[in-house]
Structures are given as structure tokens and as C-alpha cells.
């Protein structure tokens, strides 16, 4: 039986109460409400572990939300079945509240997402052979521009740049330190992809010249640096089970060091990618945000030191949904009376 959990607390902005029933899933779909009223968009953040839906306005403001446990032993398919049902669900309580309809539809997950597949893609079987966009779409009942998608990690930069902590900074960073680590760079007003969509993946940086990288089915900074590579180095040093949040809070000298090294690797290479760039602002998000302090503190030091025209370095604005935001900001780039930053991609969109 799939966990389901969905937000009714009543009262803030970003969550209003639940408004009577769901309607039955073959009822409600993409374009309940349509004709009536404003538009809204709907988000879908597909992760390893959970999926995170949101309906929003335009403007960013959150109007519902829901989330789902990936249930990753059993594929792909069936996650995404799942998550287009929640959604048509989402959409029709969101429907039912405001007299509006949803407009467009904004997906994203980690790797690279192209039309027909996705590369270096999350480890969920059946995951690289997902044409995103054009299931999605289907399953919603939205013609193809109205559906966009893309990377996590470069759809939250867009998030930052659209409403957070990026909004006016050009060029500037949005550093993901979490599970994995990746630098979505905005320049131009846009969240620049690359070439094959890989631009800011720097969890495949070399640290030395021993280093082999991708090419031997490495990431090595990432390896280091990341969530899961300080649980891994801290096991082995401890002996036990750990993860990445208890190490940042043990007192042990040895853990402390080991933290303290991750982090200044870390800080080494965003500081040469921000020589490189000439950034005006860095904001940080991911899992390790949990000790922002320590992190911020950590990446500004080496950052003073080192470029020689210092960009602020500041924690993101969306720190929890990140990639949620993102995909919200997606689907926001396709109303037309609501231009701002887009992502640059040469695959993003079926």
C-alpha cells in the first residue's frame, strides 16, 4: 500500500486547508476548472525516495501540496503512475478551492532528462527509458507545450533565480551539498545546461591527478564531499552505521576533522568555479543545509581567501523543496504573461 501524505495545514500562504473531497482519479484530471478563473501550475519533484507534488499560482505561491514514497524496488512505471493520479487528484482540490485551472505542468529528477530518456539517471529500474515529458502530458490530459521538464538541481537555480535568493544576481551559483553535489549556474538570465546537459556537475570533478573521474564509474568529488560519501568515510572511520547529519554533530576530534576536510575540499573547487564565472552571489541548498553555519562558514572563508572579487555566499531560499520550486518554476516559464529566467536546454522540454 503506497504511504500517502498530504499537507492540510490551514492558515498560511503556502497551504491552504483541504477543500471538501477528492474527486475519483478517472474524473479529475490536468484541466479541471478549465475556462474558469485564473490559471495555476502544477509541480512534480521525482525523487529516489519520494515523490513531491504542488499546485502554485504564477508568482510562486504554493496553493497544495502532496507526497508519495517512490517505492524504487518496483520501478519506474509504477512511480509515475502513481504520481500522475496524485496529481490529477492535486489539481482537481485545487480546481475545487480557487475556481482556477492548471495551465501547465512542470517534472524534474535527477540526471540528464532528454525527450526520449534520461541519462546518469537516479538508481530506480527502468528510470533512463522514461519519456517524461510525453507520459506526463498523456496522463494529464496537457498538450505537449504544456509540459516541461528537466534536472532537479538547474530547475531549483531557476526557482532561486525566479523568487529567491538568486532574484537580481548575475552570474550566480545555486550550490546543491546533499545526497549528491552539483552547481547550477545562472548567467545570462538563464540556468545554463551545456552542451549534452551536464553543465555544473562538479560531483565529477577531479581532486588530484590520480583521480580517473567518469571514465572508471567515478565521481570523486562528490565521493568526498557529499552526504552520502561522509557517511561512508565515517563508518569506516568509526566502525558503524553513521550518517551524514550525526558526524556534523559529533564532538570526536577524528569526525570533526574529517567533516572540517569534506568541507574545505568542498569549498576549494566552488571557489575556483567562481574565479572562473566572476559570480556576484552563491546561494547554498541541499540535505547538508542542515548545518548552515558550519557550511556557509566554511565555503565564505575559502571564498574570501581566494577570488578576487568575493561573491556573497548565502543560504537558498528554499532549503526544504528545493526541487519542488523548481519544478513549479518550470511549469511557470510556460505562461506567457509571466516571463523571467529560463533554463537554457537543449532538452528540457518535449
Known amino acids: 500500500m503506497t504511504a500517502l501524505h498530504r499537507d492540510r495545514t490551514a492558515g498560511t500562504p503556502d497551504t491552504p486547508g483541504t477543500p471538501g473531497t477528492v474527486p475519483a482519479p478517472e474524473r479529475a484530471n490536468a484541466r479541471s476548472g478549465a475556462g474558469t478563473g485564473a490559471a495555476f501550475v ?7 525516495t519520494k515523490i513531491a507534488l504542488a ?30 493520479k496524485a ?9 475545487a478551492a480557487t475556481g482556477a485551472h492548471c495551465s501547465a505542468v512542470g517534472a524534474v529528477s535527477p540526471g540528464i532528462v532528454l525527450p526520449d530518456r534520461i541519462l546518469l539517471a537516479p538508481n530506480v529500474p527502468g528510470w533512463q527509458d522514461l519519456a517524461l515529458a510525453g507520459t506526463l502530458g498523456e496522463g494529464l490530459g496537457l498538450a505537449p507545450e504544456r509540459v516541461a521538464v528537466g534536472n532537479d538541481a538547474k530547475a531549483a537555480a531557476l526557482a532561486e533565480s525566479r523568487w529567491g535568493a538568486l532574484r537580481g544576481a548575475d552570474p550566480a551559483i545555486l550550490l546543491t551539498v546533499g545526497t549528491g553535489i552539483a552547481a547550477a549556474i545562472v548567467l545570462g538570465g538563464r540556468v545554463v545546461t551545456g552542451a549534452n546537459g ?31 560519501g561522509l557517511a561512508t568515510r565515517g563508518g569506516e572511520l568509526l566502525g558503524r552505521e553513521v550518517d551524514a547529519a550525526a558526524l556534523f554533530a559529533d564532538p ?5 576533522a574529517l567533516v572540517d576536510e569534506a568541507l574545505d575540499e568542498l569549498a576549494v573547487h566552488v571557489a575556483n568555479v567562481a574565479i572562473t564565472l566572476d559570480v556576484e552571489r552563491i546561494a547554498v541548498t541541499g540535505g547538508l543545509m542542515h548545518s548552515a553555519p558550519r557550511v556557509r562558514a566554511a565555503l565564505a572563508a575559502r571564498v574570501r581567501a581566494a577570488v578576487p572579487f568575493p561573491p556573497d555566499v548565502v543560504p537558498a531560499r528554499f532549503l526544504q523543496d528545493a526541487s519542488l520550486r523548481g519544478a513549479l ?8 504573461r509571466h516571463p523571467g529566467a529560463g533554463v537554457g536546454s537543449n532538452a528540457g522540454r518535449a
Do not use: H, W
Not at 202 to 207: H, K, N, S, V
Not at 252 to 256: A, G, I, L
Not at 329 to 336: C, H, M, Q, T
Open 42 to 48: 502544477c509541480g512534480i519533484d521525482f525523487g529516489g
Open 329 to 336: 518554476s518550470l511549469a511557470a516559464e510556460i505562461l506567457p
Open 198 to 228: 551536464a553543465a555544473g556537475e562538479i560531483g565529477y570533478l577531479l581532486r588530484g591527478r590520480a583521480d580517473t573521474g567518469f571514465g572508471a564509474g567515478r565521481a570523486p568529488l562528490e565521493e568526498y564531499t557529499s552526504g552520502i
Open 87 to 95: 496529481a490529477r487528484e492535486l489539481v482537481a482540490r485545487t480546481a
Open 55 to 84: 499546485t502554485a499560482r504564477p508568482d510562486g505561491t504554493v496553493l497544495a501540496r502532496n507526497r508519495l514514497i517512490t517505492d524504487a524496488r518496483e520501478g519506474a512505471v509504477q512511480a509515475v503512475r502513481r504520481a500522475i
Open 252 to 256: 570526536d576530534p577524528r569526525v570533526r
